[in-house]
Structure formats: C-alpha cells, structure tokens
C-alpha cells in the first residue's frame, strides 16, 4: 500500500504515523507519531551531548570525549547549556507520555518477581493491560526522576558562589551517583530497545510495529487497537 505525495511513493502506514498513533494500517501498527519520536530523539540527542561534555569534565580517563566538543574548556562551558536542554527536552516527554503511564493494577509487583522473570526471560507480561507494560512506566518515571535531580543538583555547580560549600560538596555527590544509575539504565533501555527485543527498534524510526510484535509484546494493546478482530484494517 501506498500513497504519492509530492512525487513521492510514501507507504500508507509510514504516511498515517506522521500524525496518528495507536492505529492498524495493513499489516502494521503505529506505535509512536512523528511528535512522539521526534520529543524522544530530542531527548536522547541531548542526553548523549551531556554525557560527552560531562564526562571528560568529571574523571581524566574521558578526556578524550571532549575532543567532539574542541576541546575540555568548549565542553566545560557548554555542559550546563546542554544539560537545561535536555531537560527541557524532557520535561515535553513527561507530558506527553503521563497519560499513557498511568499504573495499572495488574501492573504492581514490577520491583520484585515480574521484573526477575521479565529479564530471565521467563514470560512476557502478557496479560498486562495498556501500551507500556510495568517496567516501561516505571523506567519512565525514574529517568524523568533523575532529569530533575541532575537538574537540581547540577545549578549550584554551574553558580557556585551563590551556595554554601556544603551544598555544592551534596551536590557533586547527587549529580555524579544520579548520573551513573541514569547511564546503567539507559545502556539497559537502548539494549532493551534494538537487539534484546527485535522489531522495538522501528517504533522509534518508522513508527510502526507489526502486528506479530504487538501480539506478542503488549496483548492488550493489540486487541485495543484492532478492536479485538486481527482481521480488521483500515
Ligand atoms: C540511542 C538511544 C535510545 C534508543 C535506541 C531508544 C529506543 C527506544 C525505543 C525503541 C522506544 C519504544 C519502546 C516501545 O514502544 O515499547 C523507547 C521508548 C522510551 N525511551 Fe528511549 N531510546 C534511547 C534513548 C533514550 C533516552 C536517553 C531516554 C531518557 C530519558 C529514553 C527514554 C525513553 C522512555 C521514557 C520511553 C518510553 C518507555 C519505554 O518504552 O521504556 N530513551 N526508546
């Protein structure tokens, strides 16, 4: 299926997730809108130019990453900018993601064994109701957690005349250990989104998903959207 625009050969379910989501079109799915994708990878831009002004700034060893910005004194500078950035960036994330990560009751106990057998691979959370399964809601909430403790923490570093030295020694300490649990996280999250769960990752680029993938990641999801009838398209 497709359609012409512009001269242009545009597939129909590529062409519907420019501003619809949540709908079957053929034998894909949209999972994300082109407003989705594009708050997320504004995100994840801005989170890498943090991490590669940060980090040589924070321990030697990374040095080298400055290189990418010109230089340790270029990255100093602009790492404060970066991260107000990114956490803007986030704040529209937050936002727009809060409906769609509302706790369903079937979805406590995500801290303990449902998160143990997810990662043994034991069972998918199959039976889960809504778009996100548990894990992904509470991922969600902790990055957006962390965006607001590394903000906080990162202001009296960026002014530190206007704080006392105790405040500004809290913060380092606050900045760096948020910084870690965020990077380990998010190593999990790009593992979880590309080669951990084939067919995540289009999400992300085309939009779509198929409709094997939606069966078998979020069930629920796939009978909302189709209304319950796989045979239904549109
Ligand atoms: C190269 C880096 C990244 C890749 C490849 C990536 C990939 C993805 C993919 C494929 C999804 C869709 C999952 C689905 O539809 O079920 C997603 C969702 C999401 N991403 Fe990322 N992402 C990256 C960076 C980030 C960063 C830096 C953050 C930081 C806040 C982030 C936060 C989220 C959140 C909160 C969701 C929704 C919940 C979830 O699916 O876990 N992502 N990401």
């Keep these: 299926m497709s359609s012409v625009t512009h001269g242009q050969h545009i597939e129909a379910p590529v062409l519907t997730a420019r501003s619809r989501d949540n709908v079957a079109v053929g034998d894909e799915i949209v999972r994300h809108r082109f407003a989705t994708r594009l708050i997320h990878w504004s995100v ?16 030697p060893i990374f040095g080298w990453m400055a290189a ?33 990560m509302h706790f369903e009751k079937d ?18 959370p199959a039976t889960e109701g809504g778009k ?13 957690l962390a965006a607001l403790g590394l903000l906080l923490s990162g202001i009296p570093m960026w002014f530190p005349l206007n704080f006392p030295p105790w405040l500004r020694e809290v913060c380092y300490l606050v ?44 069930p629920q999801w796939f009978r909302d959207v189709t209304g319950g009838d796989e045979a239904k398209r549109t």
């Design 68 to 100: 990418l910005v010109g230089g340790l004194e270029v990255a100093r500078l602009i790492h404060p900018y970066t991260g107000v950035l990114f956490f803007i960036a986030s704040l529209f994330q937050y936002f727009h993601w809060l409906p769609d």
């Design 132 to 144: 996100y399964n548990g894990g992904q809601k509470f991922f969600f909430y902790m990055v957006n």
């Design 44 to 59: 994840a831009i801005t989170f890498f130019l943090c991490v590669i002004t940060g980090m040589p700034i924070w321990i």
């Design 175 to 218: 900045h760096d250990i948020t910084f870690i649990l965020f990077f380990c996280s998010i190593v999990a999250h790009i593992y979880l989104g590309t080669a951990a769960e084939p067919g995540t990752f289009s999400a992300m680029t085309r939009g779509t998903v198929t409709r094997r993938w939606a069966r078998f990641h979020h």
């Design 107 to 124: 979805q406590k106990g995500w801290f303990g064994p449902k998160l143990v057998s997810y990662l043994r691979w034991d069972q998918e």
